[in-house]
């Protein structure tokens, strides 16, 4: 009986650990949630004397973990082509900023997952692009340090395979350049905050890279553009366009995935969070959140 009850302690301590990993391979809270409720349905539907003989609790859940967001990731490609206009991940607030009386009952998964840059969106971004195996290999080893050996459970394959696959993964992370340090991302953040609200094209155009590229994300739920908008001079004129025909839209800064960004709300609801990526002091890529759907953990934004 103790046994048991030990267990259960240490099962219930796992489940940060499984929301971050299961966020970092799937990109959304509401599925990274999803897939941890899963595999705690899995262990505790294990016989008791099953679940003793498994030593590591925490290991045998990342295992399964992993492996349910395996599956989800490969059927996730299927769904996104059916998605309408670009697919982005899902945008995470920074949980100090939030009132804590409003997380009444069960905390929010999205409080529970570490801010760093592996949760960046340029880095998010970045791991849609990789297969569903490299990124389970990239997210489990570079991210979370665990060994090959131990990888190879999960994607039931050979340690030196699923060495092959993170070394095919770094490779596509490599060529994103340096993070920019908060504070010099926060005042060009400001500053396009700032022009945008005073509809200066020009100051716009200077703060944005000419090949700047803006992907928005409604999936067909709110109106926003299908395709990436490509070039900073077109992106401005976008961006003043869109602030003409949006009057009461507030804008405020608030970190996003770790880093500033800015959200937009009209009558205290968030209705956008926009996430930038900043280099030479000038943004290069834009990535914006409109989907009602992939804006939950943003309801209690105050």
């Known amino acids: 009986m103790g046994t048991v009850a030990t267990s259960a302690d240490e099962t219930a301590g796992e ?47 990342t295992t399964v973990t992993s492996r349910i967001c395996l ?42 997952i ?12 970045v791991l849609e692009s990789m297969t569903p195996a490299e990124r389970v290999a990239f997210v489990l080893h570079e991210v979370f340090r665990y060994p090959f050996g131990e990888i190879a459970g999960v994607l039931e394959r050979t340690p030196a395979a699923c060495k092959q696959l993170a070394a095919s993964a770094r490779r596509r992370v490599t060529v994103a350049p340096a993070p920019v340090p908060a504070t010099g991302q926060a005042d ?9 609200e005073t509809r200066d094209i020009v100051a716009l155009v200077a703060l944005l890279n000419p090949a700047a590229v803006m992907t928005a994300d409604g999936g067909g739920m709110v109106g926003t553009v299908l395709h990436p908008v490509e070039g900073g001079a077109l992106i401005a004129r976008y961006m003043v366009a869109i602030a003409e025909r949006a009057p009461g839209l507030e804008l405020l800064e608030r970190t996003v995935n770790g880093v500033p960004g800015l959200v937009a709300r009209r009558a205290g609801v968030v209705e ?22 992939k804006l939950r953990p943003w309801a209690r934004e105050g």
């Open 272 to 293: 956008t969070v926009a996430s930038f990526d900043v280099a030479d002091g000038r943004v290069t890529r834009i990535w914006v959140v409109r989907n009602p759907e």
């Open 188 to 196: 060009v953040v400001r500053h396009v905050k700032e022009a945008w």
């Open 114 to 125: 570490v801010l760093d840059e592996s949760v960046a969106m340029a880095f998010l971004v």
């Open 15 to 61: 489940r940060r650990q499984l929301i971050n990993v299961a966020y970092r391979l799937l990109g959304s809270v509401t599925e990274a949630e999803d897939a941890v409720q899963d595999a705690y349905a899995r262990w505790y539907g294990l016989p008791p004397h099953r679940r003793e003989e498994i030593r590591s609790p925490g290991a045998w859940l």
């Open 71 to 112: 599956d989800l990731l490969g059927s996730a490609r299927a769904r996104r082509e059916r998605y309408v206009g670009a697919w982005l991940p899902e945008p995470l607030p920074e949980r100090t900023e939030w009132d804590a009386a409003a997380s009444a009952g069960r905390a929010d998964p999205a409080d529970q």
